[in-house]
């Protein structure tokens, strides 16, 4: 009986599904698999992808809603960058009933291990280690990030503009630079334009995130990420040069808004609007307010920015 195979190159001496050895060399050196599993790897495949989404959903609904306003094309490598990014600040933040630096070292080493390989029983990393190969992300991104995360398990206290400057291009910078990688997909042109306004956008909605969470952050967690509150009080007057710093990161984000491609355009005006809208009613609140309460944009806010972006993104396209 003969049997039908398909040429996976990706795929070298890697244990796939149901315990099946890839070990057919040919000629070109490369790797053959009965069609069948093929096929079988293939629903492995959309199925850790689906994973990565219902992950994006549970996690955020706000950035769930706006990643569906990505392109079908990208909508799928956003969700597995965000599975990703989640399980391991899920190791650091969430975590603390285990060993949370050994759940991290395993985590970093099974990534590894999954880019060696091409696959992962990990549905999380399996997803996005094929995004990373397929839009070429740079490995340095993802080591800053990792380290970042590092950093939450050991430091508590941020002393210095530099040490903020450090955590934060991890965090949240390079997860911006992912992101655009996966928008530009390989044109260097407009990523090179993109770049700083890219990594300000990613500043913004992290420092927004620190004074939206300032009560979890300090009194659950006891980390400080901004230098200038070291060793101080929150007030009204450090609050509000705070928020001027953000504003600066928000207006240099703003110049790449109108150069992003039309695929990714809408769902980043989107996440822009909403961050901007939630940096508004920090600016509205209370320093002592701010310590003792996480404020929230409501459903009802969220839904108008939609529609208003919506709207306007359909009338350009007009």
């Known amino acids: 009986m003969s049997t039908v195979y398909q040429k996976i190159g990706g795929y070298v001496n890697t244990i796939i599904p149901f315990g099946i050895f890839v070990n057919r060399l040919d000629a070109t050196n490369q790797y053959h698999i009965p069609l069948c599993m093929a096929k079988q790897l293939d629903l492995y495949d959309r199925t850790c992808l689906t994973i990565s989404r219902q992950v994006t959903k549970a996690y955020s609904t706000s950035f769930y809603t706006a990643s569906k306003l990505f392109s079908p094309s990208i909508r799928q490598a956003i969700w ?27 985590f970093t080493a099974d990534y590894e291990e999954a880019m060696r390989q091409g696959l992962s029983i990990n549905p999380i990393l399996h997803a996005f280690q094929q995004t990373v190969k397929t839009y070429h992300i740079p490995e340095d991104y ?8 590092r950093l939450d398990l050991h430091k508590k206290d941020y002393i210095n503009d530099e040490e903020t400057a450090a955590y934060i291009y991890g965090s949240a910078d390079v ?3 992912m992101c655009l990688t996966i928008f530009c997909n390989g044109d260097k042109t407009l990523f090179d334009q993109l770049e700083e306004p890219a990594r300000r956008l ?20 006891g980390r400080n990420y901004f230098s200038a509150v070291a060793g101080k009080t929150l ?8 928020e001027a710093d953000i504003r600066r990161d928000f207006e240099a984000a703003r110049q790449g808004l109108v150069k992003l491609p039309r695929g990714a355009s809408l769902a ?3 996440a822009y609007e909403y961050y901007l809208t939630l940096l508004a009613a920090i600016e509205r609140t209370d320093s002592e307010r701010l310590l003792n309460e996480r404020i929230r944009v409501t459903n009802v806010r969220k839904s108008l920015i939609l529609i208003r972006c919506c709207l306007s993104h359909q009338l350009k396209r007009n």
Do not use: C
């Open 80 to 106: 597995s960058l965000y599975g990703f990014v989640r399980l391991a600040d899920e190791i650091v933040d969430t975590f603390d009933h285990i060993d949370q630096e050994v759940q991290l070292d395993k």
């Open 142 to 149: 993802i080591k800053a990030f990792l380290d970042s995360m």
């Open 175 to 177: 997860v911006g630079l």
């Open 202 to 221: 990613g500043s913004a909605f992290q420092k927004v995130n620190f004074l939206r969470d300032l009560k979890t952050d300090s009194l659950d967690l």
């Open 235 to 242: 007030d009204n007057k450090l609050k509000k040069e705070l």
């Open 268 to 270: 980043v005006k989107v």
